[in-house]
C-alpha cells in the first residue's frame, strides 16, 4: 500500500538536501514533489512560481486531497509563509526511510509550527490570503530568544496599626475634709451674796450699768482652687528596623549550539564578555568567532587541575590544550577572550 510522506523546511536549501537525501535512498524521481513560491528563495534544481491565486489554490487542494480538512491547512499555510514542502510517495517497506530522509535533512515540526502561528493569532489557513513577500519570509524566519531575568525589588508599604485616642472628661468624686468651728455666746450667771454694801456699790446703783456682750459662731466656707497636677502629653515615635528579604529570581540560559556541541551562556556572564569584546577585539572579527574562547577561558577555570592556578602558571598548559580541541585555531588571538573568561571565572 502506497502511502505519502511529507516534510517541511525553511530554506530551499534544505529541500534540495531532502530531494537528493530520498534520490540516494533509492526513490524515484517521479515519486518526489516539490512545493514552494519565489518567496522561499532560489534553487538551482527546482523552479519556485510567483505565488498567484491558481498557485496557491493547487497547494491547497493538493494537500487537501492527501490530508483531509484536519492537517492540510497548515501545510499549505506553511509553503505560503515561504516554506518548501517535499513529499514523497512509498511503500510500506520503505516508510521509515522516507521518513528517516526527510528529518535528516531539517524537517521541521509542523504540528508545533503551527501552534507557534497561534499563538501569534492564526486562525487557519485562509485561501484568500496573499503569499509571503521575500522580506515578509525573512522576517519569519528571524527567531528572536528573548532573555529575561528577575530582579528582587524590595519596597515599603505603610500599615495601618490602628489609632490611639486619649479622651479628657470630668469625674466626680466624694472628699470629706474636717475643721472646727468656733461659736461663742454669751453666759449670764447669778450668784446670792450677803455682805454689806460698799461705797462702789452704792455709787454704781446710783449710775446704773448695762453689760453688752456679742455672741458669734464661726460657719464652714468651702471654696474649689483648679490646679494641675498632671499633664499627658500626645504624640508619636517613629522607629525603623533592618528586615532581610530572602526569596529567588530567575533568568533564563540560552544554548547555543556550536558545531555539534551545547554552550551554555548565563546572561550576565555573556553581557560582560560582549562588553569586553566590544572595548578590546571588536576590531579583530566577529564576536561569534571570540565567544568560544570567552567559554573555553570559564570552562577551564572550572577545571580541577586548574582551579587553584594563577593564569601565569597556568597559561602554558592552557596553550597546548587549546591547540589540540582547535588546531585551526590562532592562539594569540584567541588569548585575550580566553584570559578574560578564564579571570570572570574566578571571581
Known sequence: MQQTIVGVFDTMQQAERAHQALLDAG???????????????????????????????????????LFGSDDAGDYAEAVRRGSAVVSVTADEVRLAAARQALAGSGAVDIKGRAEQWR??????????????SAE?????????????????????????LGSVRVVSRVVEKPVTEEVELTTQRATIERRDVDRAAS??????????????VRESTEQAVVQKNARVVEEVVVGTQQTSQTQQIKDTVRSNVVEVDKQGGNLKVDPVIS????????????????YEDFE????????????PKFAQRDWATAQPDLQRDYATRHPQGDWRRAEPAVRYGWEQRGL
Open 27 to 65: 526513490f524515484k524521481e517521479a515519486d518526489i514533489r516539490v512545493d514552494a513560491h519565489a518567496g522561499a528563495g532560489t534553487s538551482e534544481r527546482f523552479a519556485t512560481r510567483e505565488a498567484d491565486t491558481g498557485f496557491m489554490a493547487g497547494v491547497s487542494q493538493f494537500f487537501h486531497d
Open 119 to 132: 499563538k501569534e493569532g492564526y486562525k487557519g489557513y485562509q485561501p484568500t490570503a496573499n503569499a509571503y
Open 136 to 160: 515578509e519570509v525573512a522576517r519569519e524566519r528571524e527567531r528572536v530568544i528573548p532573555v529575561v531575568q528577575e530582579e528582587l525589588a524590595v519596597g515599603k508599604r505603610d500599615v495601618d
Open 199 to 212: 461705797a462702789a456699790d452704792m455709787a454704781a446703783m446710783q449710775r446704773g450699768a448695762t453689760v453688752e
Open 271 to 286: 553581557g560582560k564578555w560582549r562588553s569586553h569584546y566590544d572595548q578590546n577585539l571588536a576590531t579583530h572579527g566577529r
Open 292 to 303: 568560544p574562547a570567552y567559554h573555553y577561558g570559564s570552562t577551564m577555570r572550572g577545571d
